[in-house]
């Protein structure tokens, strides 16, 4: 569930040897890191020379130039205080005797995607010529950082990804001490040759932070060879981490709301029009995020090899499970671009014409639920770095006899309704405007704090003509992610 964006989002990073990581930082660098003041922050590559293959002149470029943070942790927290108030960035530095917050200006930010236009990557021939070029927007989370020194701290506390929902409330960006993120991926059509790739902060960046010029480039050496469709490298996104052995839960129904969530909902974006296979189609997006007191744990059983499991509500406080009751059921789907079991309680989408009248509701019926979106880590309880981020493996095989599928406070789950058919089929219905109601929890059965915020609206104004139908979305709140 990934937003479209310029440029490619890194997923991971291979081969990279930490003793050249290590060699690059352990000279004058580390004499001139701020302990008190904050952190040194500068670009390191891995190598000096690299190869990557172009494919039909296409390169998908990944230099392996890191951003680093040394001396101490790089920590921004992004909020807005309301859907009608802007969205604000500050630098967090933690001292020893407290926290310093620098407020930032809001123009670095590209929304809760990350800091807009951070650097800029340059590509020049043999000659010194710039063949291509582009701006470089930098996600501190990544999926994949890596340690930087060997005094560093053990792992990284930050979020693993940034926010894909833009309705985000609250996010922590942040590149632990002494650790990096190779941020800087770009597509170019490169003829084979040999290149030399430089990555340079953007000045107002090397003004927030203090970084010197030294530190604030980077370069490499790459050839481009011609290879083949079978070349390419193929990326594997490391195996989630195993899921805790629960104790022993008692039945209950009546947990106490300390232990429980609230799952809220986020008005649809990314909306647009399709037409596939003689039907025209309503896509869109949406996500369910889980606040309040405690995660959402739901747990499927198999009995006497039924093709449906029967699914409990876990409740956590304190780190152990105190309870747990009966809530709906799981379902294996079978269908492209799921493969695993589905909570089949979990949502609903409904299209909703003149009155609130139902038009279409949404073929989606099932859910694995995961954590693809950060939305509010600022919340007291969330936490900032799940077990797992995306679907991995968590969501079970057709031969499970358990599934758990678990989300934490401060995250949601974001699907896109282009997958599988999902989406709305308006090819009979008449222009006009209607209503994308999303909603959690519709039957009930997950118990919450508050159900007050389980349901939104978002107005779409269907237009055009059978096989080239339009829609116009109006901002909600004057945020305007359709335009």
Not at 266 to 294: C, E, K, Q, Y
Not at 434 to 459: F, G, K, M, Q, W
Request: some cysteine; hydrophobic content about 40%.
């Amino acid at each position: 569930m990934k937003r479209p964006r310029r440029g490619i989002r890194r997923t991971s990073v291979l081969g990279v040897a930490s003793a050249v990581m290590a060699a690059a930082l352990a000279g004058p660098a580390l004499a001139g890191t701020q302990a008190t003041k904050g952190p040194t922050v500068k670009l390191v590559a891995a190598q000096k020379d690299i190869t990557v293959q172009s494919l039909g002149g296409a390169v998908i470029l990944d230099p392996g130039i890191y951003v680093v943070s040394l001396g101490s942790a790089l920590q921004l927290d992004v909020q807005r205080a309301s859907y009608t108030e802007p969205i604000t960035v500050a630098q967090v530095i933690h001292l020893p005797g407290g926290s310093l917050t620098t407020p930032w200006p809001a123009s670095v930010l590209d929304g809760f995607y990350g800091l807009r236009d951070f650097a800029h990557l340059t590509v020049a021939n043999a000659t010194g010529k710039v063949v291509a070029s582009s701006p470089e927007e930098l996600c501190p989370n990544s999926d994949s950082p890596q340690r930087a020194v060997p005094n560093s701290v053990q792992t990284s506390p930050f979020p693993q990804a940034c926010a894909l929902d833009p309705f985000a409330k609250g996010l922590v960006m942040g590149i632990a001490k002494g650790w990096g993120v190779d941020s800087f991926v770009s597509l170019f059509h490169l003829a084979p040759a040999t290149y030399k790739v430089t990555a340079t902060v953007a000045p107002q960046f090397m003004r927030l932070l203090d970084i010197t010029p030294a530190n604030a480039t980077a370069s490499v050496n790459v050839t481009v060879t011609k290879g083949s469709a079978g070349g390419a490298a193929r990326r594997i996104r490391p195996q989630a981490a195993a899921l805790p052995e629960l104790p022993a839960a008692p039945v209950t129904t009546r947990p106490p709301e300390s232990a429980l969530p609230d799952l809220v909902t986020l008005p649809a974006w990314g909306i647009d029009t399709a037409h596939l296979a003689g039907r025209d189609l309503l896509d869109f997006s949406a996500t369910v995020w889980v606040g309040g007191n405690g995660p959402l744990d739901v747990q499927g059983f198999r009995v006497n090899s039924s093709p449906v499991m029967t699914a409990y509500q876990y409740f956590w406080q304190n780190g152990q499970v105190i309870g747990r009751a009966r809530a709906g059921t799981m379902g294996f789907d079978s269908q492209p671009g799921h493969n695993h079991w589905h909570f089949e309680q979990f949502a609903a989408y409904t299209l909703l014409g003149q009155g609130g009248k139902v038009a279409v509701h949404s073929q989606k019926t099932g859910f694995c639920i995961s954590p693809t979106d950060p939305v509010d880590l600022l919340l007291p309880d969330a936490v900032w770095q799940p077990s797992f981020v995306g679907f991995a493996n968590q969501c079970g095989s057709p031969t499970a006899l358990w599934v758990q599928e678990m989300m934490p406070v401060g995250w949601g789950d974001t699907y896109m309704q282009s997958l599988a058919g999902q989406a709305f089929d308006i090819t009979r219905l008449p222009n006009g405007t209607y209503d994308i109601e999303v909603a959690a929890n519709p039957e009930h059965v997950l118990y919450e704090t508050n159900t007050r915020d389980n349901v939104s609206l978002r107005e779409v104004i269907l237009g055009g003509t059978p096989g080239h139908r339009t829609v116009k979305v109006p901002a909600w709140h004057g945020i305007d992610p359709e335009s």
